[in-house]
């Protein structure tokens, strides 16, 4: 089945990087797009970053300058490289993709931005 596992959360101090990491088992990954979502405290999950199957990029817009979705096919695995975090960047951050119509996420990895 489809499994989707996160890794690479923390707590960093504002201004700071982390890389995300989302390995995904069970499809073919090369074949279908893959996105990262965050969901803030009392918000809605957001989209905060897409890669189609071809490498094409989309991101927010606030995090587009400082973000970058990037995928390792021969790994089965998409990276989220964050840069320059602020505290607004907090959440935990959860790996997506739709394979036959059906939507599947990982169970999430915490990012806190705090001094």
């Known amino acids: 089945q489809v499994q989707l596992v996160e890794s690479g959360g923390g707590l960093v101090h504002p201004g700071g990087s982390l890389r995300l990491s989302c390995a995904s088992s069970g499809f073919a990954f090369s074949s279908y797009p893959m996105a990262w979502f965050r969901q803030a405290p009392g918000g809605q999950r957001e989209l905060v970053a897409y890669i189609t199957s071809g490498g094409t990029k989309t991101y927010k817009d606030s995090v587009k300058d400082r973000f970058t979705i990037s995928r390792d096919n021969a790994k089965n695995t998409v990276y989220l490289q964050m840069s320059d975090l602020n505290p607004e960047d907090t959440a935990p951050y959860y790996c997506?993709?739709?394979?036959?119509?059906?939507?599947?996420w990982g169970q999430g990895t915490q990012v806190t931005v705090s001094s």
């Open positions: 997506h993709t739709t394979v036959l119509r059906l939507d599947y």
